[in-house]
């Protein structure tokens, strides 16, 4: 389930960057 926990993650970092947001 690790595996979901990493595309969230990584479809919020995408949305981040479109908004021009750094972590």
């Known amino acids: ?3 979901l926990i ?3 993650f990584y479809k919020v ?3 981040m ?3 021009g ?3």
């Open 13 to 15: 970092e995408q949305n």
């Open 17 to 19: 960057k479109k908004e």
């Open 6 to 8: 990493d595309i969230a």
């Open 1 to 3: 389930m690790d595996h």
């Open 21 to 23: 947001v750094k972590f």
